[in-house]
C-alpha cells in the first residue's frame, strides 16, 4: 500500500506545489521505516544527485538514520534558516529547527538537478 501520511508524501507536496515538481512515488508498507532496508535508496530519482550533509540548500532533500542503522527511513526537506519540514512518527507534519539529534542522524542529502 502506499503511504499518504507519511515523510515520503509530505516531501512529494512540498516539491509539487512550491516548485513545480512532481516526484515518483513507489510501493511500500506502513512499516517500512522499522526495517533495515534501502527502499528509499533504491528509489532516488535520477534527476537528483547525491550531496554532502556540509553542503545543503534550500529546497535539498534529507535522509535519517533514525533508527542508527545503516540506511536511511526518515526524510525531509531543508527549508533555508536551519528549518526541516517533516512528518515525524505519530505526530503531525511540522517545520522545525534542526537540532542536534537530527544533525546526528542526518546521512546524505539530495539535490534537484533539472
Not at 507519511?6 to 509539487?16: G, M, N, R
Not at 511500500?28 to 556540509?54: E, G, L, V
Not at 545503516?70 to 526524510?75: D, E, F, K, Q, V
Amino acid at each position: 500500500e502506499i503511504g499518504l501520511c507519511d515523510c515520503l508524501s509530505v516531501v512529494h507536496e512540498y516539491y509539487e506545489k512550491e516548485l513545480k515538481i512532481v516526484l515518483h512515488d513507489f510501493i511500500r508498507n506502513d512499516n517500512w521505516f522499522n526495517k533495515t532496508t534501502t527502499i528509499i535508496r533504491d528509489n532516488i530519482p535520477a534527476k537528483f544527485q547525491i550531496i554532502k550533509t556540509t553542503e545543503i540548500q534550500k529546497n535539498d532533500i534529507l535522509l535519517f538514520d533514525m533508527l542508527k542503522k545503516g540506511n536511511p527511513n526518515h526524510l525531509g526537506v531543508y527549508l533555508g534558516n536551519n528549518l526541516l519540514l517533516h512528518h515525524p512518527r505519530h505526530r503531525l507534519s511540522i517545520v522545525e529547527v534542526m537540532n542536534e539529534g537530527l544533525k546526528d542522524r542526518m546521512v546524505f542529502g539530495l539535490r534537484f538537478v533539472p
